[in-house]
């Protein structure tokens, strides 16, 4: 079964400083993952995706996140948060063969200034 | 560039009334998804459909209908609604299956009162 767990409901930053939003998954099989960022009241935006090739994933607005298979770990960073960085994140696993993507519960990250 | 549009983006309905979310994509994308947001529990898949005539039960389908007449649109029925219905409800298409990324609706705000 696969599942996904975001270890922070709430981060707060400085603007200018590192982000990490921590996610950790279950997955039975080889998953595909994927960070997605929702602004408010709008949809969610596809930030990056995993599957199965490169580690180190780099996506829009300069996150990445990396891949680490020992650790069940799909941890998103950024060098620098900028005010418009804030927004809830989503961790997100598929896995093949499964009916639906599982999501995580969000990290609402707030940048101050 | 619309992308997935959603309809009505608010509605207030009474228990037992009846409605019908309209979801339309412009991207000529095979796969087409309804879900719902609750505070801290991420989204969980109503219906999805993989192609024009096509539907298939999600996680939380009971309640609901769907319709796919036209590759395009794709409709979400509320059939008797019931104030645990009250929700965000986003529409996403993608071009294949679960390791594809998924293209988001801003979203409809529905209170069942």
């Known amino acids: 079964a696969q599942s996904v767990t975001q270890l922070d409901s709430h981060v707060s930053v400085s603007e200018g400083t590192p982000v990490l939003l921590r996610c950790n998954y279950s997955?039975?099989?080889?998953?595909?993952l994927f960070w997605y960022v929702q602004h408010p009241n709008k949809g969610l935006q596809l930030l990056l995706k995993?599957?199965?090739?490169?580690?180190l994933v780099k996506g829009i607005n300069g996150f990445e996140a990396e891949f680490k298979k020992s650790e069940t770990s799909f941890h998103l960073t950024k060098p620098s948060a900028h005010m418009s960085d804030a927004a809830e994140y989503f961790c997100v696993v598929s896995e093949t063969g499964r009916r639906a993507l599982t999501f995580g519960s969000g990290t609402r990250l707030q940048v101050q200034p | 560039n619309a992308g997935v549009t959603q309809t009505p983006k608010f509605r207030v309905l009474k228990t037992g009334q009846s409605m019908t979310l309209l979801c339309a994509q412009d991207?000529?994308?095979?796969?087409m998804y309804w879900y719902r947001q609750d505070p801290g529990m991420g989204l969980r898949l109503i219906h999805y459909?993989?192609?024009?005539?096509?539907?298939a039960k999600g996680e939380v389908p009971d309640g609901y209908n769907v319709s796919r007449l036209k590759k395009q649109n794709f409709l979400l029925g509320l059939e008797s609604a019931a104030p645990s219905q009250t929700s965000v409800y986003f529409c996403?298409?993608?071009?294949?299956?679960?390791?594809?990324?998924?293209?988001f609706g801003d979203g409809t705000r529905l209170s069942i009162l």
């Open positions: 997955s039975s099989y080889s998953p595909s």
């Open positions: 459909s993989v192609g024009e005539g096509t539907t």
């Open positions: 996403a298409s993608s071009r294949g299956p679960l390791n594809q990324p998924q293209h």
């Open positions: 991207m000529n994308h095979e796969y």
């Open positions: 995993y599957t199965s090739a490169a580690t």
